[in-house]
């Protein structure tokens, strides 16, 4: 029977010349051997999240691929798992990775699951975390002794973006809303509810609803009971593709919907069957200054433009490549501390690193050299509480006519201190 071991246990059960002796081979102070920087990948690829979650999961695991195509000083160990958007499955899968010696992993992505893996795997195991697409405001708070990161903004913030297009861009004063019964829903449903109050508007009722159900009917029905200017619907795609068809087959499409980053998937209009013309979104916007490069990259990996948060995955998995690498050891309580480091802007004035240089982000950190790395998603700052600090969101909306369905009408930028 083979025994499956913590990590912590493993690094307990070394005396202290073992310990010294292990952190000297793989320190990058003038050590021969190649640091292997060993990352693990927490992301869904089965669930009511996997149509956007496997294009998140090929932006994270392509920052490995860039740094081994050159003469890098480091290797990377990556292990990707499917967290099947469920906090239980995703866990227990978490464990694995902790237990396997994973000091730090991309993910996971939705709010619900991350909360959970976080509390209950992560932070008990001194295993750093950066999410790429965990957006609620709970993840501010929590009590994580800095390990927890993310690149995605704050729904803190989104829910202000909604109420802003909502009554000016769609010129509504009244909407109800449908959001899934979890903690990405209802924080985004509570944000948005106040910042759309706070404009003169009435939100007529806010209707939870639970993932992947066979009918919406019933849900639609109550919130469409009180003939809102706008509905605002958040949720899922697999969820998201049964609760348009229901509403297409009741309801015209004078009334403006408006969705969240969760449905932006261009998959979603020929799956429900409907032109979706009257469905609106706001979402995180990559316009990073190293975006264009992060582009290129995507599209000669993969043959196709990068959709929503795949940016945001890429700038998690390579600032914590450059963070490990910096601390040339795979611990986490080592690897957190140059988060910042190698994110922010610093008082001694680094040389710049982005996804176009990559490659020389990884020498300059196994080197100690200061680097301040700007991304695809945005300038990648994190703040006290390991958020970003300025995010712009996209404004767009189905219009089957353009490539990939969804255009962008309109940008919204938010900037912090």
């Given at each position: 029977?083979?025994?499956?071991?913590?990590?912590?246990?493993?690094?307990?059960?070394?005396?202290?010349?073992?310990?010294?002796?292990?952190?000297?081979?793989?320190?990058?102070?003038?050590?021969?051997?190649?640091?292997?920087?060993?990352?693990?990948?927490?992301?869904?690829?089965?669930?009511?999240?996997?149509?956007?979650?496997?294009?998140?999961?090929?932006?994270?695991?392509?920052p490995?691929?860039?740094?081994?195509?050159?003469?890098?000083?480091?290797?990377?160990?990556?292990?990707?798992?499917?967290?099947?958007?469920?906090?239980?499955?995703?866990?227990?899968?978490?464990?694995?990775?902790?237990?396997?010696?994973?000091?730090?992993?991309?993910?996971?992505?939705?709010?619900g699951?991350?909360?959970?893996?976080?509390?209950?795997?992560?932070?008990p195991?001194?295993?750093?975390?950066?999410?790429?697409?965990?957006?609620?405001?709970?993840?501010?708070t929590?009590?994580?002794?800095?390990?927890?990161?993310?690149?995605?903004?704050?729904?803190?913030?989104?829910?202000?973006?909604?109420?802003?297009?909502?009554?000016?861009?769609?010129?509504?004063?009244?909407?109800?809303?449908?959001?899934?019964?979890?903690?990405?829903?209802?924080?985004?449903?509570?944000s948005?509810?106040?910042?759309?109050?706070?404009?003169?508007?009435?939100?007529?009722?806010?209707?939870?609803?639970?993932?992947?159900?066979?009918?919406?009917?019933?849900?639609?029905?109550?919130?469409?009971?009180?003939?809102?200017?706008?509905?605002v619907?958040?949720?899922?795609?697999?969820?998201?593709?049964?609760?348009?068809?229901?509403?297409?087959s009741?309801?015209?499409?004078?009334?403006?919907?408006?969705?969240?980053?969760?449905?932006?998937?261009?998959?979603?209009?020929?799956?429900?069957?409907?032109?979706?013309?009257n469905?609106?979104?706001?979402?995180?916007?990559?316009?990073?200054?190293?975006?264009?490069?992060?582009?290129?990259?995507?599209?000669?990996?993969?043959?196709?433009?990068?959709?929503?948060?795949?940016?945001?995955?890429?700038?998690?998995?390579?600032?914590?490549?450059?963070?490990?690498?910096?601390?040339?050891?795979?611990?986490?309580?080592?690897?957190?501390?140059?988060?910042?480091?190698?994110a922010?802007?610093?008082?001694?004035?680094?040389?710049?690193i982005?996804?176009?240089?990559?490659?020389?982000?990884?020498?300059?950190?196994?080197?100690?050299?200061?680097?301040?790395?700007?991304?695809?998603?945005?300038s990648?700052?994190f703040?006290?509480?390991?958020?970003?600090?300025?995010?712009?969101?996209?404004?767009?909306?189905?219009d089957?006519?353009?490539?990939?369905?969804?255009?962008?009408?309109?940008?919204?930028?938010?900037?912090?201190?």
């Amino acid at each position: 029977m083979v025994r499956e071991f913590n990590r912590r246990d493993v690094l307990g059960s070394f005396g202290g010349a073992a310990l010294a002796g292990l952190a000297g081979c793989i320190s990058q102070s003038g050590g021969d051997e190649s640091f292997e920087a060993r990352l693990g990948v927490l992301l869904p690829l089965t669930g009511d999240l996997a149509s956007v979650g496997k294009p998140i999961r090929d932006g994270a695991i392509l920052p490995k691929n860039v740094i081994e195509s050159g003469d890098a000083p480091i290797t990377i160990d990556q292990r990707v798992e499917d967290s099947q958007t469920d906090p239980q499955a995703a866990v227990s899968t978490a464990e694995d990775l902790v237990n396997a010696g994973y000091p730090m992993i991309t993910g996971p992505a939705s709010s619900g699951v991350n909360m959970q893996v976080t509390q209950e795997s992560l932070i008990p195991n001194g295993v750093v975390g950066c999410s790429p697409s965990s957006t609620s405001p709970n993840v501010t708070t929590l009590d994580d002794d800095d390990l927890i990161f993310r690149t995605a903004p704050s729904d803190a913030l989104q829910g202000q973006v909604m109420a802003q297009v909502g009554s000016e861009n769609l010129e509504s004063n009244s909407a109800s809303a449908l959001y899934v019964n979890n903690d990405y829903g209802q924080a985004l449903f509570e944000s948005f509810n106040g910042a759309y109050e706070d404009r003169g508007a009435t939100v007529e009722t806010g209707v939870a609803f639970r993932k992947e159900k066979d009918s919406y009917t019933t849900e639609l029905g109550e919130a469409m009971e009180s003939d809102p200017d706008m509905l605002v619907v958040i949720g899922y795609p697999a969820s998201g593709i049964q609760i348009f068809r229901d509403f297409y087959s009741e309801y015209s499409t004078d009334t403006d919907i408006l969705v969240t980053d969760g449905l932006q998937s261009g998959d979603l209009p020929g799956n429900v069957g409907e032109e979706m013309s009257n469905v609106y979104g706001t979402a995180p916007l990559p316009s990073g200054p190293g975006n264009d490069a992060f582009v290129q990259q995507y599209e000669d990996e993969y043959d196709r433009s990068p959709g929503v948060f795949n940016a945001h995955a890429y700038d998690a998995s390579a600032v914590l490549l450059l963070a490990a690498t910096r601390a040339g050891e795979n611990d986490g309580d080592t690897i957190k501390e140059e988060m910042r480091t190698v994110a922010n802007p610093g008082d001694d004035s680094g040389t710049e690193i982005s996804p176009a240089n990559l490659i020389e982000g990884i020498e300059l950190a196994s080197q100690g050299e200061p680097i301040n790395y700007v991304g695809a998603s945005s300038s990648v700052d994190f703040d006290e509480n390991g958020d970003m600090k300025a995010v712009s969101y996209s404004f767009w909306r189905f219009d089957t006519s353009v490539d990939g369905n969804i255009e962008q009408v309109s940008t919204v930028e938010f900037g912090g201190s």
